[in-house]
């Protein structure tokens, strides 16, 4: 049966299966956007917001324990996974997200009228405003949701992560054995080993993830308390300490009260160092996925030092071809986040006087970033890290006729004439070796120690 719900711009007819209310379904009507609504994550983070704001109310006293503990066990049933498609708010909404906040209010308001044996929508008795929104504001609730959602959901790619880094050097020191040409501006250069390369981009996601832990660390600090403007406006003097306490309780994090209510209301930095961090991580990410299809690529007629897991066929017209399609993927999902990071810069520059109005925005694509990182980086990892395999032949044959190698004849000879002798290879298809023994530089026997390629691509600190 539809009810009939009353706010300061008029009444509206509900659904009467529904738990969100009149301000839900104004926000329904005025933003039909995207279809996209908000992550599981927010939605957690938030109701636990409004649980530890009802604990509080009611030790504090300005909460009775009847409806303080029916806001409770509402929260409880959310947690639990009820009610999910009761959020329908698009992620593109009201500025400051007045309109999720009130999404939440309503759903949780609702859910205690009927634990309460009232109908949906008696918010003379227990009001979404009144008392599920007690002491708080969309605007110090928001933020803090969104940085305890962040909070999460970095806990979870941070130890995807660590997964990534140990695969990565893993593969390193299988690999340790198979020396290669290095290249520097794709052309020829020194030799490293195969394993150095690989050990390298773990110590690449070994460093963009201690960045992001740094980055994680500084949203512990949440502006909960702060209400509209950062006086703490209706709230209890010791409300906004006890709040934060209650909080860090209920979600196991450390969290602490912003140092300036006002700063924490108005800027939205944290937020943006955190996706900075994230940005850097999208760099390495897409800088190594190129390298492995680069490494991967041919099989004849590119570099095939490397040998890619085959997951699925490459081509709707060529017979038999295998693209690395795992890399590619990386690939567009690091050039996703750097865009989510352009748009969280744009949101967080947009601040002006008390607050930041684009907190909805910024929120959505920091969790997006995170999502779609966490999602795909175990199927990198598993799907081609740990099945890369090594064309060791075609790793030494290259090597063994790189003109750059009469490098090691420089301490001997000279710059000059060993650049000489490595266009002579060149021109020639004269190995380096044959040449500096032919024309007497070196003796068999040193050129067997000079150009030990084991050796030569140890680094000096290994001496």
Do not use: W
């Not at 593109?92 to 009927?114: P, Y």
């Not at 997964?163 to 794709?186: C, M, Q, W, Y």
């Not at 997951?311 to 993927?329: D, H, L, T």
């Not at 075609?394 to 000059?416: D, E, Q, V, W």
């Amino acid at each position: 049966m539809n009810r009939e719900e009353r706010d300061p711009l008029g009444s509206l007819m509900i659904e009467g299966d529904v738990y969100y209310g009149i301000q839900t379904v104004r926000a329904i009507r005025n933003f039909p956007v995207s279809g996209i609504r908000a992550k599981p994550d927010l939605v957690r983070a938030y109701v636990l917001v409004k649980k530890a704001a009802a604990i509080v109310n009611i030790r504090l006293g300005i909460l009775d324990t009847v409806r303080g503990d029916a806001i409770i066990r509402a929260a409880d049933e959310v947690l639990g996974g009820l009610y999910a498609d009761q959020f329908p708010v698009d992620v593109f909404q009201a500025g400051a997200g007045t309109s999720f906040n009130m999404n939440i209010n309503e759903v949780i308001a609702n859910r205690a009228l009927e634990l309460l044996g009232h109908p949906r929508g008696d918010y003379a008795f227990l009001s979404p405003n009144d008392h599920v929104n007690l002491c708080q504001s969309t605007n110090d609730t928001y933020p803090t949701a969104t940085h305890i959602a962040a909070i999460s959901t970095a806990d979870h790619l941070l130890r995807e992560l660590v997964l990534l880094e140990d695969a990565f050097l893993k593969k390193g020191d299988t690999f340790s054995g198979i020396p290669k040409v290095g290249r520097t501006h794709l052309m020829d250069a020194l030799p490293v080993t195969l394993g150095q390369e690989f050990r390298a981009y773990g110590t690449a996601i070994g460093r963009a993830a201690a960045r992001i832990r740094e980055r994680r660390n500084d949203l512990l600090e949440i502006p909960l308390g702060g209400t509209a403007t950062g006086t703490g406006a209706n709230s209890h003097p010791k409300y906004r300490t006890m709040v934060v306490a209650e909080l860090s309780a209920l979600t196991g994090y450390s969290l602490v009260p912003a140092r300036n209510s006002f700063e924490a209301l108005q800027s939205r930095s944290q937020l943006v160092a955190f996706s900075g961090a994230l940005r850097e991580l999208a760099l390495e990410l897409i800088r190594i996925a190129n390298d492995i299809r680069l490494l991967g690529s041919g099989p004849e007629a590119g570099l095939g030092e490397i040998i890619l897991p085959a997951v699925q066929p490459g081509s709707s017209a060529m017979a038999g071809k295998v693209n690395p399609v795992i890399a590619e993927c990386l690939d567009m999902i690091g050039f996703q986040v750097l865009g989510n990071d352009t748009v969280i810069a744009l949101g967080a520059q947009a601040g002006q006087l008390e607050l930041n109005v684009m907190t909805p925005v910024i929120c959505h694509n920091i969790l997006e970033s995170v999502v779609i990182l966490s999602s795909f980086l175990p199927v990198f990892r598993t799907g081609c890290i740990d099945g890369i395999n090594a064309d060791e032949a075609r790793c030494r044959s290259y090597l063994k006729g790189n003109s750059m190698l009469a490098t090691l004849l420089i301490p001997r000879i000279g710059f000059a004439r060993a650049a000489e002798i490595a266009k002579e290879s060149l021109r020639s298809r004269v190995q380096v070796r044959e040449i500096a023994v032919r024309e007497g530089i070196v003796t068999p026997e040193e050129a067997d120690t000079l150009f030990d390629y084991e050796k030569m691509s140890r680094t000096i600190f290994e001496e």
